[in-house]
Structures are given as structure tokens and as C-alpha cells.
């Protein structure tokens, strides 16, 4: 059984920043890429950014310079340091892992349940 819990979402002013946090737990034999996602309303699920067990970054272009992603693998924790928010990056931010648990060796996508980030004046 494997968890992804989610914290750091909020309200935010405009040009103001977030940092969001997702810690993954259970039967975990590895992780090889976790990252964020998000969905606005009436809009699909998109890719905000990526990060593999070796580091290998991307972004979705709408946020290049202005979110980091980062990883402990220690921890199995995930951040998005998030700078300069803007209206349209308003979402659920969902949590995702690629990982391959003890029990079978089986490797699978998991998401964490979602955080809302609100950006407004």
C-alpha cells in the first residue's frame, strides 16, 4: 500500500509564492519520477513539472523560471517551490510518483489527493 500526502496549498496574493510539499510512504522499493500536476476548473489535468531519481528536470513552459521542482530521495519527498503566482496558475496541484513497490516489483502511477492553490488580490 502506497500513500502520497500533499501539504503547502493556499491563498496567495498575486507575485506571491508557495511551496508545496508531497511525501510518498508504504511498500516502496523505488521511486523513479515524481512531480506536479494541475487542474483548473473546467480545464484537463496538465503536467507542471517533473523530476527523476537522477535529477532530470522539466517544466511545463507557462512556468519556466518561475517554479523549481526539487526531490529528497531520502525521504521520498517531492517540493515546488512556486515564485511570482499568477491568476491563471489558480489549481488543484496533484502529486504524482512513478514508483515499483517491494511486494511484486510491480511499477505503477499514484497520486496524492490534491491541494488547492488559489492566486488573488
Known amino acids: 500500500q502506497v500513500q502520497l500526502v500533499e501539504s503547502g496549498g493556499g491563498l496567495v496574493q498575486p507575485g506571491g509564492s508557495l511551496r508545496l510539499s508531497c511525501a510518498a510512504s508504504g511498500n516502496i522499493f523505488s521511486i523513479n519520477v515524481m512531480g506536479w500536476y494541475r487542474q483548473a476548473p473546467g480545464k484537463q489535468r496538465e503536467l507542471v513539472a517533473t523530476i527523476t531519481s537522477l535529477g532530470i528536470i522539466n517544466y511545463t513552459d507557462s512556468v519556466k523560471g518561475r517554479f523549481a521542482i526539487s526531490r529528497d530521495n531520502a525521504k521520498n519527498t517531492v517540493y515546488l517551490q512556486m515564485n511570482s503566482l499568477k491568476p491563471e496558475d489558480t489549481a488543484v496541484y496533484y502529486c504524482?510518483?512513478?514508483?515499483?513497490?517491494?511486494?511484486?516489483?510491480?511499477?505503477?502511477?499514484?497520486w496524492g489527493q490534491g491541494t488547492q492553490v488559489t492566486v488573488s488580490s
Open positions: 504524482n510518483a512513478r514508483l515499483t513497490t517491494r511486494q511484486g516489483l510491480v511499477t505503477s502511477d499514484y
